[in-house]
């Protein structure tokens, strides 16, 4: 996965140099044309290429997506968040505190915080609060809805995490994975070389 992050890091645009490069030198008779409807690469990249947002990611997702079940408190034993990620298939849950559930208060992983706090120790799961071994907020990588999807896999790609609170006015309002990001960023690859395939074709 993370080779794959950063293959469309650094060749994402490469690959759409390498197609604007074969409209301008190969096709130079369509020129005139290009210029007549203003669409340079600047245009392209503005409507193809990093137009993804994470709301956009959000919105796929679907109705879980909202991070109504995305979420224990500091007071949950370890166990029992555990058992949450499993039943529902993810990774990480938002902790916040008991009775504000728009308040974060940090974040538990089950690669970070449960295996590498608790398994490697020899801790106790069910006796273990979620609180005393999350990721305090203020150690917290976030993004906001508006934040684009190149961006966000940027930051979890440097700061090696797979999991990032998506927060919008100090109110947590879900939560995206690598996984999440890097289908994202294949379909909008994947959508940006159709749409230039199709003006080579002439079809733009």
């Known amino acids: 996965m993370q080779r794959a992050v950063r293959a469309f ?6 690959v759409k140099n390498a197609i604007l490069h074969r409209i301008r030198v190969v096709n130079p008779v369509m020129r005139p044309v290009m210029f007549s409807r203003s669409l340079t690469s600047a245009s392209m990249e503005e409507h193809g290429f990093e137009s993804t947002t994470i709301s956009d990611v959000l ?15 500091t007071d949950d034993s370890v166990y029992d968040a555990v058992k949450s990620m499993t039943q529902h298939n993810v ?9 504000e559930q728009k308040s974060i208060a940090g974040i538990i992983t089950e690669r970070g915080n ?14 273990t609060k979620v609180g005393d071994i999350m990721t305090d907020e203020n150690k917290l ?25 998506v927060i919008n006015e ?13 289908r994202a960023v294949v379909s909008e690859h994947r959508a940006e070389l159709d749409r230039l395939n199709a003006y080579i074709q002439g079809g733009y």
């Open 91 to 99: 990774g990480a849950l938002v902790v916040v505190k008991p009775g």
């Open 114 to 127: 449960y295996l590498r706090k608790i398994i490697v120790h020899g801790r106790s799961s069910k006796s």
């Open 9 to 14: 890091s650094v060749h994402g645009n490469t």
């Open 170 to 182: 100090k109110e947590m309002v879900g939560m995206v994975s690598i996984g999440d990001v890097v």
């Open 59 to 73: 919105k796929a997702k679907g109705k879980g997506a909202d991070g109504s079940w995305l979420w224990c408190t």
């Open 141 to 165: 990588i976030t993004v906001t809805p508006e934040t684009k999807v190149l961006q966000a896999m940027q930051l979890m790609t440097d700061n090696r995490i797979r999991h990032i609170p």
